[in-house]
């Protein structure tokens, strides 16, 4: 059934779940990540860095959609818990971007919100990394 699941294509099938995961779309890049490490093929540094760029690149996603929508005066801006969080604890609300449910709403908020993009891209990836990092000391039995 998983044929197509092979070192050869493991770390594309690992970027691109980390990226479809990230975006407003359903995914579980965990299974990802846990089924590369388990195919010993590469290192888990190696691992982790390919599932948090796609993660990260699919989190700015999110990002650019939210500049996309249309600015509105900051009295407008609330409702949502995600931009409520984003107001109370500024940009570092987006350690949290990996988080189920309010994660990607997180990063879509960022953009609507404008907030700055290089802060909100090494913010997203350290949550994200740290996500990845965690699941995958999890799996080797460090943790």
């Known amino acids: 059934m998983f044929d197509w699941f092979n070192a050869d294509s493991a770390l ?36 982790i860095i390919v599932a948090t760029l796609g993660n990260t690149l699919g989190g700015m996603t999110n990002y650019w959609i939210g500049l996309l929508l249309p600015d509105k005066t900051s009295s407008q801006k609330h409702g949502h818990k995600a931009i409520q969080w984003i107001k109370t604890y500024g940009y570092w609300t987006l350690l949290f971007s990996w988080l189920p449910v309010i994660g990607d709403p997180l990063c879509l908020a960022a953009g609507w919100l404008r907030m700055k993009f290089w802060p909100c891209v090494i913010l997203i990836g350290i949550g994200k990394a740290a996500r990845y990092l965690l699941l995958s000391l999890a799996v080797n039995g460090i943790l």
């Open 12 to 47: 594309w099938v690992l970027f691109s779940s980390g990226f479809l995961s990230a975006t407003l779309l359903p995914g579980a890049s965990e299974a990802s990540l846990i089924a590369t490490l388990k195919l010993d093929s590469f290192s888990m540094w190696t691992v």
